[in-house]
């Protein structure tokens, strides 16, 4: 990468207030590191221990997400490898953070993750709480390990609505 492009990415993360980046492939070991960094990273900051354990629990769900639901983590291969890798990015605004993920996806699977996202958006706080218990109590457990909580426990402990976006790679992927 040329300098000037070097420097750009890194006034972007700057003024972007960039607190982790990251590419690559997710591992189980990957999740005590990208702990371990945003510790250090909010460990100066005024923020209350309360937004941190959010913060830390929304990024957990998050990274499980990637690792569990990487349409391609099963096919790894030397020449797949950067179709196989995800991506993190957490950015702090003020007093918030921002977490951001992308990973490949099947096309049919992004639909249904749009819509599942669209759902949980519609639903008040109320209806958020009864949902997961409804989830917890009566959910199936796929074959990836979820019982469909994730999603629902990121807006549950964000307080916000979920966004997502899809880039169409081909026929088969989105990211």
Known sequence: MPF?????????????????????????????YVLQIMESNMSGS????QTKKRVYSILIECIQNLYYHNELREEISA????????????????????IKTGNYILNERAEQLAKRITYINQLSRIELRNLYREVLTNGEVSLKGGAGLGLIDIARKSRNKLECHFQPMDSEFSF
């Open 4 to 32: 000037n492009k070097t420097y750009s990415l890194y006034k972007l993360m700057e003024d972007e207030d960039s607190v982790l980046s990251f590419k690559g492939i997710i591992t189980e070991d990957l999740l005590a």
């Open 46 to 49: 005024n923020h209350t221990t």
């Open 79 to 98: 020449l797949d490898r950067n179709h196989s890798a995800a991506l993190i990015v957490v950015t702090r605004r003020e007093d918030k953070f921002e």
